[in-house]
């Protein structure tokens, strides 16, 4: 029988297990990438394994998120990674030379390989043809270390493509429509493999655009063949012999099919506060805006800041509108300053922030309260932008222009003549901010700045599990909602302790308060929890405030990896109404769990306060069992390599 493109992908890199949905695989990883505020942990994570030096072909740490400097935490942070990454045989990406994704798209995905980012971001690359996953840092520790990574086989979505975008309509529009269709939770357990006549029309960065939005989906990654459109693009990147062809065999069978026919699509937009929250730009057209952010890892190519600044040419941004260009890296702002196109940005009178994530995590550049901003962003969830009452749009380049020279929420096709744009042979090739390790590893010195503090420890899993419930939760909540970012709180995170002090922060103010004066206990949720991010701090500062497991409808994958990584145990209700008898404060005891775990009987918590009994799943492997007996996967691989 013939492969799709993830089975020959999955199938050359198999350690082991059956690529048969459900079950659990383990794969080889052949790169990791780390930004700087999931990289932190990571490292610290890697250098407690003692292992001398990274065993990937190619190990990357980028410095992109915690650009703001108005303490000394970020800057002592960077330092610390640029030592420790040259000491450990890992790229160092400096700050200024771009957003993780958008760099590593660059100059090092390889298509056909696999990478594993600490960020959920990573399946970007999936857009060269890599099987590209992101994780939590420990996850990616363990990869460095030359582990393979552990994940249930997800089921093979097949997205058809046929046609071809009409003008102003874009890959933007294309991902916001699968958004739509599908929601936040619809791409759990699956990969998206883009496929048919309309792929070969779509560019490289284009096809970025939408793997980058397919973490949006929920899904564990997003790919596309590898083509001519592919070799194009490394040729330009002067790094053409890295291309192979890759394609799914005729025979090839999915679990799924999706089709969209590009020619029929227009314009669209995601409303507040969620990225599936969908509709066409037109249905909402004139609504008055009060700020446009371009940029972030979905939508800062040349081929959209190139597009912007045509549009923005000979025109002027609206007199109350505040737009802000954050160019997705440097290569990019280096060709856009070289060609003319950022003195046109500038005399439009945009404002031009510097080449990291910034809007997109609330690293400056919050709205006014209130305020409408529409972005070419991925993540639009409520307080992400720092103003908590804001309204975050997320739309194309095109779409957000022509709503910041109009002042108000516009549809680009009503702008004026179509755009096209002309590449150069070759983009601006530079590595020398990219530092290569060092060759004498003996002599570096790690720089340990005192906002790194050492890792918490866990005990390992008690026979009974017993205490209240802290917080009882809805659907969908984020890792935002769970552990903010922002300019405030991102500077904390190699500080565990510190940054504990915000976990819930925006949900429940006094949940903190509580957890530490009930010495920890239980969190409830509704469905797909812990959606968005990878970051792990979302589960480690939740079990550095011993919260001792999550009871919900659904998890989001990351993030039950992530509990799993931490010794919390993440459970199901096995029937989704119980949510109803379980409320916060209620005393709860889950007993004798360590055996039943191993031994394979039901879970069933009893509800004290209410004294009502609850079925709940965990569907555990034999090895995430392990893992939370010993107290999370630190432990557990200390345990190993001692035995
Ligand atoms: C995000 O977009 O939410 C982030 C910030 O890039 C996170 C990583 C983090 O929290 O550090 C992500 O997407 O994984
Ligand atoms: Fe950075 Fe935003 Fe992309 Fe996350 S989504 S990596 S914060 S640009």
Redesign the pocket.
């Given at each position: 029988m013939g492969k799709n493109l993830v089975q020959k992908i999955l199938t050359s890199h198999l350690v082991s297990g059956k690529l048969q949905s459900g079950e659990e695989i383990a794969i080889s990883i052949d790169q990791t990438l780390t930004?700087d505020?999931t990289g932190t942990m990571a490292y610290l994570q890697f250098e407690a394994m003692g292992i001398p030096r990274v065993k990937t072909k190619l190990s990357v740490s980028y410095v992109?998120?915690n650009m703001l400097q108005t303490g000394f935490e970020n800057f002592d942070d960077h330092l610390f990674l640029q030592s420790v990454v040259e000491k450990y045989g890992i790229y160092f990406s400096k700050p200024g030379n771009g957003?993780?994704?958008q760099v590593h798209l660059e100059r090092f995905a390889v298509p056909g390989e696999t990478l594993l980012g600490s960020?959920?971001?990573t399946p970007?690359c999936g857009g060269l043809g890599m099987i590209a996953i992101g994780a939590g840092g420990l996850d990616v520790a363990i990869a460095m270390a030359g582990g393979p990574f552990y994940v249930s086989m997800p089921k093979i979505v097949l997205v058809k493509l046929s046609g071809t975008l009409q003008s102003w309509v874009t890959a933007k529009d294309v991902i916001l429509e699968l958004l739509r269709r599908v929601t936040v939770k619809g791409g759990v357990g699956k990969i998206f493999e883009y496929g048919g006549d309309g792929v070969k029309t779509l560019t490289v960065t284009e096809r970025a655009t939408i793997t980058?939005m397919g973490?949006e989906l929920g899904a564990l990654t997003s790919v596309f063949p590898s083509d001519t459109q592919t070799k194009k693009y490394l040729k330009m990147q002067g790094r053409e012999k890295v291309w192979t062809p890759l394609k799914a065999d005729a025979s090839a069978k999915y679990d799924e099919i999706i089709e969209i026919d590009l020619s029929s699509l227009e314009p669209m937009i995601a409303k507040p506060h969620s990225p599936d929250n969908v509709c066409k730009v037109g249905e909402i057209k004139g609504i008055k805006v009060q700020q446009v952010c371009i940029?972030?890892?979905?939508n800062?190519s040349y081929h959209d800041l190139m597009v912007a600044a045509a549009m923005l040419k000979g025109r002027k941004v609206h007199q109350d509108v505040s737009l802000t260009i954050s160019p997705?890296s440097r290569q990019v702002l280096e060709m856009i300053a070289k060609n003319g196109a950022l003195t046109d940005m500038i005399a439009a009178g945009a404002r031009l922030i510097e080449v990291?994530?910034?809007p997109?995590?609330g690293?400056g550049q919050a709205p006014p309260s209130g305020g409408v901003s529409v972005r070419s962003?991925?993540?639009n969830f409520e307080g992400r932008s720092g103003t908590a009452d804001a309204e975050v749009y997320l739309v194309s380049p095109e779409t957000a222009i022509a709503s910041a020279v109009n002042g108000v929420i516009s549809d680009p096709r009503e702008f004026g003549e179509p755009i096209i744009i002309k590449y150069p042979k070759s983009f601006v090739i530079d590595d020398r901010m990219i530092i290569p390790p060092s060759e004498k590893p003996e002599e570096v010195t790690i720089i340990r700045g005192p906002n790194v503090k050492p890792l918490p420890k866990k005990e390992p899993m008690p026979d009974t599990l017993k205490g209240d419930v802290l917080l009882k939760v809805g659907d969908n909540i984020t890792t935002d909602h769970i552990m903010p970012?922002g300019a405030k709180v991102l500077p904390l995170r190699s500080n565990i302790p510190a940054i504990s002090e915000f976990v819930f922060e925006k949900v429940d103010k006094e949940f903190v308060r509580r957890a530490k004066e009930k010495g920890g206990g239980f969190l409830i949720g509704g469905v797909n929890y812990g959606q968005g991010?990878s970051r792990e701090h979302a589960a480690l500062a939740p079990m550095y405030l011993g919260v001792k497991a999550v009871i919900v409808k659904s998890f989001a994958r990351i993030h039950r990896a992530n509990l799993i990584n931490f010794g919390i145990l993440p459970l199901t209700f096995e029937i989704e109404n119980d949510y109803n008898f379980i409320d916060q404060g209620d005393n709860i005891e889950l007993p004798d769990v360590k055996n039943k775990l191993k031994s394979g009987v039901s879970l069933v918590i009893s509800n004290l306060t209410k004294n009502k009994k609850i079925g709940v799943n965990h569907a555990l492997t034999a090895r995430e069992i392990d893992i939370l007996c010993a107290g999370g996967l630190l432990n557990f691989q200390a345990r190993n390599t001692n035995s």
């Open positions: 930004q505020a992109d998120h957003i993780c994704h960020d959920s971001h970007t980058n973490a940029g972030s890892c979905t800062s997705g990291a994530c910034g997109c995590i690293m962003f991925n993540r970012a991010s």
